[in-house]
């Protein structure tokens, strides 16, 4: 049997992909370096056209030529020891796809490295999760383009369709396709802290119960805010437990986990100075967060503001909440997609920022109703500075500002932590100051270390004698 693709790598997500490809026609080889996930695959298939193996050069062997090849390997040294093990049996254009979340400097390694031997190499971002992988998840190749014209037809009929149109194209070269599924992490990061802040004020400070909660969020799912995300919370907050009969969120722990591309984001963006506040915050409320025995501590000691309660009346908070979320949704997408632009333009990437809003509208986690707005305000203005300036942006996110405001003050007063929605309103407000406080500090800097500074009035550069 001569198979059209093989997938190596059949844990949930290898497994569901190798079922979608078979699912839309494609011969599937697999193999996994342990037997039991192959077998267990083989237990549920019900007859489609997937072939395992058991020998990585029985598998090899198995496809046509140019080989095609879609790893679905954990990120890092297990990417290598896979690669390592395929290249003695791989000929000269045959091409390799990582749908892993590795870094995207991994990928540009490992992408030279290959291309030395005529073998060619994507980097492919997958999101989407256990259901977008089985059903169709958006896809992120980047790489050589004519490399990636050879697996278009598979990749863009495996991967979610939005309108007849596949969430896949090609995005740009060597990792930067992996580059952009590490920032789409960050902005979920973001987006998922922002929804979960807006839940605790309607719990907190509304006094709301999880139903009337999940009922708002499906309400806020018919609008604007409409987006995965929001969907699945509302979902969230009606499942009860088994053991309590209690909503199931009361009896979860509050420790978030991660699995670093937020952390990838945030270190990128640091060391190439571009300002990504929210998407570093939503990091750090992580790392708060696994602190439990610390912070049930400190809650003995560090004691709550003494605040007058309120009764605030909950039809207009609720819409105040509403408005603050989508302010702050916008200000970490406003982020992400500056990251893109940034790097685009230190690496002469030439990533397309209105292709990129189009295919995460489908499979991915971060798919919202607005993505559609984003891709047309870089359609229209292709060398967008940032989205707040857009011009539909522009104007609601100044409607919505006092929301924000409101929102961010009363938790501030209440002793509630808002470090997305503060770090939303810190970043609009000071991206749309002209002029800042950072005179003072370049003031300081030339002080204690001679570092010069510029004028307003003079061009060049210039150093005061301060004592």
Not at 77 to 93: Q, T
Not at 446 to 453: I, Q
Request: with cysteine; charged share 25%; glycine share 8%.
């Amino acid at each position: 049997m001569v198979n059209t693709i093989g997938v190596i790598g059949l844990g949930v997500m290898g497994s569901n992909i190798a079922l979608n490809m078979a699912n839309k026609g494609e011969k599937v080889a697999v193999y996994n370096y342990t037997r039991d996930l192959t077998d267990r695959l083989v237990s549920k298939m019900n007859g489609e056209t997937i072939q395992p193996y058991y020998e990585i050069e029985e598998f090899v062997q198995s496809l046509e030529s140019p080989r095609k090849i879609f790893l679905m390997v954990t990120a890092g040294k297990a990417i290598d020891s896979v690669i390592e093990s395929l290249v003695p049996f791989l000929e000269a254009e045959d091409i390799i796809m990582d749908g892993g979340n590795s870094h995207f400097e991994d990928t540009e390694r490992r992408y030279t490295e290959l291309k030395s031997k005529g073998i060619g190499y994507l980097g492919i971002g997958i999101s989407g999760g256990e259901v977008g992988a089985l059903t169709g998840p958006s896809i992120m190749p980047g790489g050589d383009k004519e490399v990636y014209e050879k697996t278009a037809p598979i990749l863009t009929k495996i991967a979610a369709q939005v309108n007849g149109d596949p969430c896949c194209v090609y995005l740009g070269p060597k990792g930067a396709g992996h580059f952009i599924k590490m920032v789409h992490n960050g902005i979920e990061y973001a987006d998922m802290q922002l929804i979960a802040e807006a839940y605790t004020f309607l719990r907190e400070k509304l006094h709301l119960d999880v139903d009337e909660i999940a009922d708002i969020f499906d309400t806020w799912n018919q609008g604007e805010l409409k987006s995965y995300l929001i969907e699945i919370t509302a979902e969230i907050l009606r499942k009860k437990d088994d053991m309590t009969g209690l909503p199931l969120i009361d009896v979860i722990l509050d420790k978030a986990g991660q699995k670093g591309t937020g952390k990838w984001t945030s270190i990128q963006a640091i060391d190439n100075g571009i300002p990504t506040s929210i998407i570093t915050e939503s990091l750090f409320a992580r790392y708060i967060s696994s602190l439990k025995e610390e912070r049930v501590m400190a809650e003995g000691i560090l004691k709550m503001p003494e605040v007058e309660q309120q009764n605030l009346d909950k039809n207009v908070w609720i819409d105040y909440v509403r408005q603050a979320l989508y302010m702050g949704k916008v200000c970490a997408y406003a982020q992400g997609f500056t990251q893109y632009k940034m790097t685009s333009e230190l690496n002469g990437w030439d990533l397309p920022l209105k292709e990129i809003a189009l295919i995460f509208r489908g499979g991915c986690i971060i798919r919202a109703e607005f993505l559609n707005v984003i891709s047309k305000a870089y359609e229209e203005q292709p060398d967008l500075a940032n989205l707040l300036i857009s011009p539909y942006f522009a104007e609601k996110i100044t409607d919505y500002q006092m929301a924000l405001r409101k929102v961010v003050c009363e938790g501030i007063n209440s002793g509630i932590s808002f470090p997305c929605l503060s770090a939303s309103l810190t970043y609009f407000d000071s991206y749309r100051k002209g002029i800042s406080n950072a005179n003072i500090l370049q003031a300081q800097r030339d002080y204690f270390g001679a570092h010069t500074y510029e004028r307003h009035d003079q061009s060049g550069v210039f150093h005061t004698n301060w004592q």
